[in-house]
Nanobody, 123 residues
Framework: QVQLVESGGGLVQAGGSLRLSCAGS????????RGWFRQAPGKEREFVAR????????DYADSAKGRFTISRNAANNMVYLQMNSLEPEDTAVYYC????????????????WGQGTQVTVSS
């Protein structure tokens, strides 16, 4: 059994920054794909960023490239999403995800999900 728990969401003004964290437990060592998705009200869940474990290849959605950075701490198996220059369009519930293999950017490419953390960016 794998569990993922996100934290770090909140309210921030446009142009500000937040750092999201994802704590993993269980057989997380067998999950080679770790990523972040987001879902705004009335919209589909969309890819934000991913990182390959343990090679640490990274990939970003166009909306995140240059503003967001995904990283990890090998000592505690935490994955982070540093978000800078936030805009109101970034407002969504952000989900931590993990997969057994490093495949694509789709929701179907991941096997485990956290409960989500709300990020709200005000104008």
């Amino acid at each position: 059994q794998v569990q993922l728990v996100e934290s770090g969401g909140g309210l921030v003004q446009a142009g500000g920054s937040l750092r999201l964290s994802c704590a993993g437990s269980g057989r997380i060592y067998s999950l080679y794909a770790r990523g972040w998705f987001r879902q705004a009200p009335g919209k589909e869940r969309e890819f934000v960023a991913r990182i390959r474990w343990p090679a640490l290849n990274t990939d970003y959605a166009d909306s995140a490239k240059g503003r967001f950075t995904i990283s990890r701490n090998a000592a505690n198996n935490m994955v982070y999403l540093q978000m800078n220059s936030l805009e109101p369009e970034d407002t969504a519930v952000y989900y931590c995800a993990a997969g057994s293999t490093f495949r694509g950017r789709g929701v179907e490419d991941y096997d485990y999900w956290g409960q989500g953390t709300q990020v709200t960016v005000s104008s």
